[in-house]
Structure formats: C-alpha cells, structure tokens
Nanobody, 118 residues
Framework: QVQLAVSGGGLVQPGGSLRLSCAAS??????????MGWHRQAPGEQRELVAA???????NYADSVKGRFTISRDNARNTVYLQMNSLKSEDTAVYYC??????????WGQGTQVTVSS
C-alpha cells in the first residue's frame, strides 16, 4: 500500500504563485521510486501532463507551463514539488501527483484544487 500526501493547493490571484508538495509513504522504498510528476484536470477536459521528473533529474513540461512552473524532487523525503509562478486562469484545475516505481506501476495522489481567479 502506497499513500501520497498532497498539499499546497488553494485560491490565488492571476500572477500569483503556489507550491505543491507530494510525499510518498507506505510500501514503497526510496530506491524503488522512478519517475515522479504532476498532472491536472480541468472541468470537462481530459487529464493532462503538467510536468515530470525522472530519477536522473531530467524534466519535461507541458508547453503551456514552460517558463512558469518548476518541478523538483527530494529523494530522501520521497517528495515531488511543483512551483507554480505567474499563474493564469487557465491553470485552474485539480492537480494530481504521481509516483512511479521502477517496474511500471503508477501511484496517484488524491488531487488538490488550484483556482486562479481575481
């Protein structure tokens, strides 16, 4: 059993910033964690990849967030972060973190609401 604890969501004005955190615990060892990442889903839309970070630290971002969002990880704490700057209304969505093991399994966080509104 793996649990992902998510924090950092909330309401912010356009142009503001939020930092999301997602910590994995339970029946997963730090050495077994592979990729980590963030997806989001807006109402009526499909879930989309926002950012991903691999074990070697390499990253990928959706074009819509490049230059504004930064993904990072703390392997010692089994935690992945998403720093979101210059937030736009279009960023409003439920954000989900994921932690993958090295054998193809993906674990999802519960989701946290990010609302960007004036």
């Amino acid at each position: 059993q793996v649990q992902l604890a998510v924090s950092g969501g909330g309401l912010v004005q356009p142009g503001g910033s939020l930092r999301l955190s997602c910590a994995a615990s339970g029946s997963i060892a730090s050495a077994s964690i592979g990729d980590m990442g963030w997806h989001r889903q807006a109402p009526g839309e499909q879930r989309e990849l926002v950012a991903a970070i691999r074990s070697d630290g390499s990253t990928n971002y959706a074009d819509s967030v490049k230059g504004r969002f930064t993904i990072s990880r703390d392997n010692a704490r089994n935690t992945v972060y998403l720093q979101m700057n210059s937030l736009k209304s279009e960023d409003t969505a439920v954000y989900y973190c994921n932690v993958d093991n090295r054998w193809g399994a993906r674990y999802w966080g519960q989701g946290t609401q990010v609302t960007v509104s004036s």
